[in-house]
């Protein structure tokens, strides 16, 4: 591995060479969800990372699960090629075990248990809020790993916006378009965008169609109210066949299914609303709105054989899920703010097809934080949530962290420790043959403790965090005589521990260098396996130059060790090193209502690497998207 990791560095290097210019110095970001309230990053004892609306301009992601590759902790699967189902992992824990949000609204299925990034568009997006260990105690159920929060851009000042359009190889277009703007107490913004890509394979497109919009209104009494609707439609082609494999591991080449296709529709709404009448309470109300169709075509494919029948599975999936949030919190001066918050939630699942099944379940819960500030210096947070479940019961969960900075030094210490649970989703609860409608709820309890510090006049920012993961309870399956062959059950125990390591260096005034490293160190206790599809290692190498005012230019290293597979009696799916390259050049600033006009490029995959991040599902060789950007 070290002898692949140094011609990427240099590759990198390349690309950056000598010269002048680097991205603008970062201020010291203020986030909501590590405390329900703004809280500067720095008074946090969680380990916090933010991904702005700026590292989407610089780096032209053109999905959301690319924008979340860099973050350290953080482990993203993309089974496949553009559009196809790509999960979240947050230091082992697995993407039923990580919260995602939108604007405060839970975004993961109510049957599968995760959250589909492929159903999340880029677009009007203000920043992401990337929380990690245990927040239960603010989240409830599913938060045991961490918390990613998606912030819609609020419009400001008066209209603008812009729109683009790319182009890449494998028949890949990106049109997408914003607009937004203020007008007195009125705040709006709005955009639309289309995604496309042929992929590898016959049967390997994908079509993404979005539109987002955001309304806000500011009222009397330091008070205000806004209204976002996000809605997300993916159609995909799904090219592997899985009953061609006879149960044994997928393989590297797979076998092409040529009618198997995935039909998705996403709706995410929110309702907020924010008063401050008296500088000693301020309160928060916010109702949410989930809902997600998949229509799933699975048709005969005569040219293979069934080797256990039925091998068709079309159907119907709906979700739905209704949320209320009361939060109140109590200030003291500056030393002291205490938080208080209600929550109810209704969830319901239809599954209707090969194997139909409808649940529902309802959720109460009440929760106290309370912060502490003191001399400017130490920074105490402790919280517990009580959450009855009509389904599992109750539980309980609490968590304390702790950051103390000296400003002298530029040091920060920072640190905490909490409980978590993950509640059982409806198909393992409900789904015919499979599920137990006993299942308990997984459990854990996890630590962290790390030191940042500020060196050569904060122009070098450098992070070293310790992590343990304790779970309990985990939910897994055993093999039954009978079809499906499969039976969950509460299996045992696993553990995660290992170290995050960050840096990003000023090395010019116009050239900025970044290494993120991840070391995972994992054991699920039954097997002696690592937790499937979790790296040991993980690297991120990041590099932007300015070399004049009109052009950025920025190239990217990410490297992933070899991961356990379960399937196939526990095989490994190799690692890989993948380059990624680009840039933006100015052509001309202000003519007429036009403020710039860009030329923007991304490569992904430079060297043009094989790999999967899951096996069986090939990911795209170099591929490439460039295009006009038009901002007005």
């Known amino acids: 591995m070290k002898r692949r990791l140094v011609p990427m560095i240099l590759v990198g290097l390349t ?68 559009g196809k189902t790509s999960s979240i992992t947050i230091r082992g824990a697995n993407s039923s075990q990580v919260q995602v949000l939108v604007d405060g609204v839970r975004v993961k299925s109510t049957t599968l248990g995760q959250a589909e990034l492929s159903d999340l568009s880029p677009d009007l997006i203000e920043r992401i809020e990337v929380i990690r260990g245990p927040q239960s105690t603010l989240y409830g159920a599913d938060a045991i790993g961490g918390v990613i929060n998606i912030i819609t851009k609020k419009g400001k000042g008066p209209f603008s916006g812009y729109f ?18 203020s007008y007195g107490i009125f705040d709006y913004s709005f955009s639309a965008s289309h995604l496309e890509s042929n992929g590898h394979f016959k049967n390997d497109d994908s079509e993404q169609n979005a539109i987002n919009t955001r309304l806000g209104l500011v009222l009397p009494g330091n008070s205000s109210v806004s209204y976002t609707l996000r809605y997300n439609r ?19 080449d797979p076998v092409i299914d040529s009618n198997n296709r995935n ?32 229509t799933f075509i699975d048709l005969p494919d005569m040219a293979d054989e069934c080797p256990f029948p039925p091998c068709e599975f079309p159907g119907r999936f709906k979700v739905e899920r209704r949320e209320a949030e009361w939060v109140n919190h109590f200030h003291v001066g500056k030393w002291s703010t205490s ?42 947070t402790t919280g517990v949530r009580v959450e009855g479940n009509s389904e599992f019961g109750r539980n309980h969960t609490e968590r304390g962290s702790l950051a103390y900075v000296v400003k002298e030094w530029g040091t920060r210490i920072h640190g905490g420790a909490g409980s978590g649970f993950r509640a059982p989703n409806f198909d393992e609860l409900f789904f015919p043959s499979f599920s137990d409608p006993t299942l308990k709820p ?32 985990l939910i897994g399956f055993v093999t039954i005589p009978t079809p499906p062959f499969v039976k969950g059950v509460n299996s045992g125990k696993a553990r995660a521990n290992g170290i995050e390591f960050t840096s990003e260096v000023d090395v010019l005034d116009n050239l900025v260098a970044s290494l993120n490293y991840t070391y995972t160190n994992s054991l699920v206790l039954a097997t002696r396996h690592p937790i499937p599809r979790e790296p040991e290692h993980r690297w991120n190498i990041g590099l932007t130059w300015e070399p004049i005012r009109r052009l950025s230019l920025f190239s990217q290293v990410h490297v992933v060790t070899q991961q356990f597979d379960p399937n196939g009696g526990g095989v490994f799916n190799r690692g ?29 995959n430079l060297l043009n690497e094989g790999y999967a991040e899951v096996r069986g599902f090939p990911a795209l060789g170099i591929n490439s998207l460039a295009g006009l950007r038009v901002a007005f």
């Not at 924010?274 to 500088?279: I, L, S």
């Not at 854990?444 to 779970?471: C, E, I, P």
Request: overall charge negative; charged content about 25%.
């Open 234 to 252: 993916t159609n995909t082609g799904l090219p592997v066949k899985f009953v061609s494999t006879n149960f044994g591991p997928l393989p590297i």
């Open 442 to 473: 997984e459990v854990s309890f996890s630590w962290d403790f790390g030191v940042d510090q500020k060196l050569w006049k904060d122009r070098a920012r450098l992070g070293l965090t310790f992590y343990q993961n304790d779970f309990e309870n």
């Open 15 to 82: 690309v950056a060479a000598p010269g002048a210019a680097q991205e603008a110095k970062k201020l010291e970001p203020v986030v909501v969800t590590a405390t329900k309230i703004e809280t500067p990053a720095e008074e946090i004892g969680a380990s916090v990372s933010v991904v702005t609306e700026d590292d989407f301009r610089t780096y032209h992601y053109a999905t959301v699960d690319e924008a979340l590759r860099r973050v350290p902790g953080v482990e993203i699967r993309r089974s496949g090629t553009l």
């Open 576 to 604: 890989h090193t993948r380059v990624d390259i680009g840039g933006t050049y100015r052509l001309f600033n202000r003519y007429a209502f036009i403020q710039s006009v860009d030329l923007t490029a991304r490569i992904q």
């Open 339 to 380: 938080s208080f918050g209600l929550e109810y939630r209704r969830e319901e699942g239809l599954s209707l097809g090969s194997s139909p099944f409808e649940a529902n379940s309802e959720t109460t819960s009440g929760f106290f934080q309370e912060q502490l500030r003191f001399f400017d210096r130490l920074f105490m």
């Open 263 to 294: 039909i998705s529709e996403t709706y995410v709404m929110a309702l907020a609303g924010h008063t401050q009448p008296v500088t000693w309470w301020e309160s928060d109300l916010r109702l949410g709105r989930y809902t997600n169709t998949i």
């Open 164 to 181: 683009s359009q790319e182009a890449g190889n494998y028949d890949t277009y990106a049109t997408r378009t914003s607009h937004g703007g």
